[in-house]
């Protein structure tokens, strides 16, 4: 549980809550079986998905089309994006938590390129407008390591040594 808390933005989940609280009683977590979404710091997955998949087997159809951008390795975190999307990380909520849109932005920003040299544009269901900024739902990102550092990695102003500079 500790490897996925970089994983998650919480600030609220209630929007979430409610849509999916009726159906908590009938979810159960099962084993993620879609071998591309394997080495991920989450084994459990639970469904509907976003897209209303009610299972691994058709979640994994639709999947398939998508998952020559993990391997075209033209984003390093594609395989976090696409797998959160369509095998959700089980939580003790069952609410499927989206992709933060930062994350898509920047996996949009690092295939998109690739796609429209073979005349494929970003597909619609992908759509970033979609998505939580991140401050007010429950969403997954992986930090940028200058996110990490936060102010503790910049560089701090020299003090004013007591020389004043000649003009």
């Known amino acids: 549980m500790a490897m996925l808390s970089f994983l998650l933005v919480l600030l609220s989940a209630t929007a979430y809550e ?35 998949h009610l299972s691994q087997e058709k ?7 998508y998952s020559v951008l993990i391997t075209a390795n033209c984003f390093r975190d594609m395989k976090l994006f696409l797998c959160s999307l369509f095998f959700p990380i089980c939580t003790k ?7 933060c849109r930062r994350l898509c932005k920047k996996a949009r ?26 401050k007010r739902a429950l969403c997954i990102d992986r930090p940028d390591k200058a996110d990490k550092k936060g102010k503790q990695g910049q560089k701090r102003p020299k003090k004013n040594s007591g020389h004043r500079k000649k003009e």
């Open 18 to 52: 409610m849509s999916y609280s009726q159906l908590n009683s009938r979810m159960q977590c099962e084993d993620l079986r879609e071998q591309m979404c394997q080495g991920l710091p989450y084994k459990k997955t639970f469904f509907p998905n976003i897209f209303n």
């Open 59 to 65: 979640a994994s159809q639709v999947f398939s089309q």
């Open 93 to 99: 909520y069952y609410m499927p938590f989206p992709p």
């Open 109 to 134: 920003a690092g295939c998109l390129p690739l796609m429209k040299q073979h005349n494929h544009t970003w597909p619609m269901t992908l759509s970033c407008k979609q998505f939580p900024k991140g």
